[in-house]
């Protein structure tokens, strides 16, 4: 018997009977989504930006950086980039920079690749994945930094990446283009030296960090992708390797900041959250939705302030990853049974101080009711009056199902309607039936 029936078998007798609501509301929030009509001609136009490919000469070779995560039109942006190389007589290829992810290994990475989208077919292109770094130097008074070795060998690098805010620490800079140098082009390794330093070194050693690429390395810039409430695309913006780091990049930080998704209550009782995966944020859940750090010595955001977050599941494009499982209270035993233990301690050890908290078990319930009955019951609210609100993940909050007690704030919000009721239902083995079929 293996360990997760082990658990299976311990939790199966425990139940602790609460009411739940017989009736969810499904309400949809609006938002402010500028975003691009023409992702390609938008593309093309960053890539001809600002002499951004004025270093590339016909016959040089270019490893085109692509990342983990899940970045909407990221097929055809990459299309785009390896158009405009090959337009300059170029040849591009692909490699993934995206640190520790896909287990820390070649094929786990090639493998989140394609679940991307960006196969060799779809894109046209060459993927080369390795493991292996160089060292291109050291900030001052800070960590080592280093380059994927297929991409250091090329005559030149160019990046593809989002920015955003991150979910593990906030400064001028976040997620972005000198954050993929640094971790998603410096590998496991890479990617180890700048965690160790924690959230402080991010903040310290970020920007010097890009002055060292663009003197060491062969980084020549690269495309900030800019995504909106609803994780379409915004804007695309043509980076060179010399405005890496500075008040471009933070001004597509902040440019972010402004279009994201929030929670539209204050003050939330039950967070009841289907899956979580490293598909949908670095950390699981993202942390700006639920408004949960975890991280030693960071302050909790506290907005929206959440009493209680259960989990439901791992996405299917995790691979058992199960990053962010500790910002729960409690999980079904279907997350504890899908985790990748190897994979999941593997990331989490590589982020040190940002991962460890955040992949601690919560308590674990045998099924889908049992989970949401603990999560009501330990919640500091009569079952009755507690606010709950259940959402499909956190890359997707333009829909939520609510409980009766949170209508009449729907009702005063004029970005909120509510658009449908649906029964909570749950099938006699306790999953859930309604309003999300579980598997």
């Not at 786990?108 to 770094?133: F, N, P, S």
């Not at 209680?308 to 279907?334: E, F, W, Y």
């Not at 982020?351 to 908290?357: A, D, K, R, T, V």
């Not at 009721?421 to 999300?436: H, K, V, Y």
Request: net charge negative; hydrophobic share 45%.
């Amino acid at each position: 018997m293996n360990r997760s029936m082990d658990l299976l078998e311990h939790v199966r007798s425990l139940s602790f009977p609460t009411p739940l609501p017989q009736t969810l509301h499904l309400v949809e929030q609006q938002f402010d989504a500028p975003r691009l009509n023409d992702v390609a001609q938008a593309a093309r136009r960053a890539m001809a930006a600002d002499g951004l490919l004025a270093p590339v000469r016909a016959g040089d070779h270019v490893a085109v950086a692509v990342g983990s995560r899940g970045i909407r039109n990221l097929p055809l942006i990459v299309r785009e980039v390896l158009s405009a190389l090959r337009a300059r007589g170029a040849v591009p290829f692909i490699v993934p920079a995206m640190g520790s992810h896909g287990g820390a290994t070649p094929a786990g990475q090639r493998q989140m690749l394609h679940e991307l989208g960006v196969t060799e077919e779809a894109v046209g292109a060459e993927i080369r994945a390795t493991m292996d770094v160089v060292r291109i130097g050291q900030v001052a008074g800070g960590p080592c930094l280093y380059q994927d070795a297929h991409a250091a060998a090329a005559d030149h690098t160019f990046l593809v990446a989002r920015v955003k805010p991150h979910t593990d620490f906030h400064g001028a800079l976040e997620s972005g283009l000198t954050k993929m140098c640094a971790i998603g082009l410096g590998k496991r390794t890479g990617a180890e030296a700048m965690h160790a330093l924690g959230a402080a070194g991010f903040r310290r050693f970020l920007a010097p960090a890009a002055r060292v690429y663009e003197r060491a390395s062969n980084v020549i810039g690269g495309l900030g992708i800019v995504e909106n409430a609803l994780d379409e695309t915004a804007e695309i913006h043509g980076v060179p390797m010399r405005a890496m780091g500075t008040e471009v990049e933070s001004a597509l930080l902040e440019r972010a900041r402004t279009l994201m998704a929030r929670l539209p209550f204050d003050h939330i009782d039950v967070l009841a959250i289907r899956q979580i995966g490293k598909d949908i944020s670095g950390t699981g859940m993202d942390t700006n939705i639920v408004g949960r750090v975890m991280i030693p010595r960071q302050p909790e955001s506290g907005h929206p302030d959440v009493a209680v977050i259960a989990v439901l599941d791992l996405s299917a494009s995790t691979h058992g990853n199960a990053a962010g499982m500790g910002l729960a209270n409690v999980v079904s035993h279907r997350v504890v049974a899908k985790t990748d233990w190897t994979a999941t301690y593997t990331n989490s050890i590589t982020s040190g101080i940002f991962g460890m908290w955040r992949v601690s078990m919560p308590i674990t319930m045998a099924d889908d009711r049992r989970t949401l009955e603990v999560a009501v019951r330990c919640c500091g609210e009569m079952p009755e009056r507690a606010r709950i609100v259940c959402i499909e993940d956190t890359l997707h909050i333009d829909r939520l199902w609510v409980s009766e007690s949170l209508l009449e704030e729907v009702r005063a919000n004029p970005r909120l309607r509510v658009v449908g009721s649906d029964p909570l239902a749950f099938r006699e083995d306790g999953a859930m039936e309604a309003p999300w079929p579980m598997a």
